[in-house]
T-cell receptor
């Protein structure tokens, strides 16, 4: 059971470079999410997709774009990376947005120099 | 104002004893949900328990129970019979919605250490 798979697991970028984080789930979930986790803080929602074809901003969307490629895949793009975007990024999915628990991937540790 | 407050940065508990991790929340949405997640040192986030705002009974999942006091806006996690494997970071989270847009808000977490 793969669950939620994130690639890559680690990445180092230079300021100004672009990067796409990939996420795929095999649980036939309708809703998918991207979070970032900074030291000493809880997770903060960047974007979510309630269902295929829809995306909505979360708490910290600035500097990011997302694409819900199909029901399985939800990618996060940094167009011009900044040091403030150094973080651990988590993708999650749930049957539908609202009442179901979210299942998380293992995270992507991203460093921007 | 903080939407989710976890006032205990760190907690210790003796193996086999029970421990309560505190969480208070603030929302004007009448239909909200509360979650607890565990994050071991390996980094993954593991769902533990869920409580809906309209649920009459406190949620329970094995050794985990949620002490839901709606009037006090608290949703404390109780872990019974602590095990060494329970040592981890624990996050309280809330789902609320405004005009059809959902928000998921996490607290800053409590680091639990179980002592042998």
């Amino acid at each position: 059971n793969a669950g939620v798979t994130q690639t890559p697991k680690f990445q180092v970028l230079k300021t100004g470079q672009s990067m796409t984080l990939q996420c795929a789930q095999d649980m036939n979930h309708n809703s998918m999410y991207w979070y970032r986790q900074d030291p000493g803080m809880g997770l903060r929602l960047i974007y979510y997709s309630a269902s295929e074809g829809t995306t909505d901003k979360g708490e910290v969307p600035n500097g990011y774009n997302v694409s819900r490629l199909n029901k399985r895949e939800f990618s996060l793009r940094l167009e011009s990376a900044a040091p403030s975007q150094t973080s651990v990024y988590f993708c999650a999915s749930s049957e539908r947005v609202g009442y179901q628990p979210q299942h998380f991937g293992d995270g992507t540790r991203l460093s921007i120099l | 104002a903080q939407k989710i407050t976890q006032t205990q940065p760190g907690m210790f508990v003796q193996e086999k004893e029970a421990v309560t991790l505190d969480c208070t929340y603030d929302t004007s949405d009448p239909s909200y949900g509360l979650f607890w997640y565990k994050q071991p040192s390996s980094g993954e986030m593991i769902f533990l328990i869920y409580q809906g705002s309209y649920d009459q009974q406190n949620a329970t999942e094995g050794r985990y129970s949620l002490n839901f006091q709606k009037a006090r806006k608290s949703a404390n996690l109780v872990i019974s019979a602590s095990q060494l494997g329970d040592s981890a970071m624990y996050f309280c989270a809330m789902r609320e919605s405004t005009s059809g847009t959902y928000k998921y808000i996490f607290g800053t977490g409590t680091r639990l250490k179980v002592l042998a």
